[in-house]
């Protein structure tokens, strides 16, 4: 009987669980696809605040859900996508978005990349060229000696 008790009270308990992540499931209500597009597609490139690496349309983070409602708020009030990031950069900081803007202080940020690229580049260049002259070049007079008596010294054994 206890055993019985157990499982339906281990029962009761997984079904109140699953009962409350379907509460947390928002749902939008959209009259326009391109607008709901739209909304996808801002809460997938916003970073949320509190988590890690986490887009807010997949947090669940009170943050990301105010933010969520934000976005949402401001797609109904007519504001283009680039209005919607400035606000949310003001709000929130450069660190939501996960491509950074191009300002003067995100150039090394951007940069970085293509310098190392092409530094890249030189370095196996050169490489190449080093051997290539190191695989050409003649022996001298003292090392072709040298040779010859390495050479004379393994036939006599």
């Known amino acids: 009987m206890a055993v019985i008790r157990w499982m339906l009270a281990v029962t009761l308990w997984l079904l109140l669980a699953g009962l409350a992540q379907g509460a947390a499931i928002e749902v939008r209500e959209f009259d ?3 607008l709901e597009k739209r909304y996808h597609s801002l809460t997938a490139s916003m970073r949320c605040p509190t988590c890690q690496n986490q887009a807010i349309n997949d947090s669940d983070a009170p943050v ?3 933010m969520r409602d934000r976005v949402y708020q401001l797609l109904h009030d007519g ?4 209005e919607i990031r ?3 950069v003001q ?7 996960y491509n950074p803007r ?11 990349p293509a310098v190392l690229v092409v530094l890249g ?8 060229r080093a051997r290539r002259n190191a695989s050409s070049r003649a022996l001298s007079e003292h090392e072709r000696q040298r040779l010859e008596i390495l050479i004379n010294r393994g ?3």
């Open 121 to 128: 580049g030189i370095l196996v260049m050169l490489m190449v």
């Open 64 to 66: 990301s859900g105010d």
């Open 79 to 82: 504001r283009s996508d680039m």
């Open 86 to 88: 400035d606000h949310m």
């Open 91 to 97: 709000r929130f900081g450069d660190y939501i978005l």
């Open 32 to 34: 326009d696809p391109v």
């Open 102 to 112: 191009l300002e003067g202080r995100t150039y090394l940020l951007w940069g970085l």
């Open 155 to 157: 036939d006599g054994q």
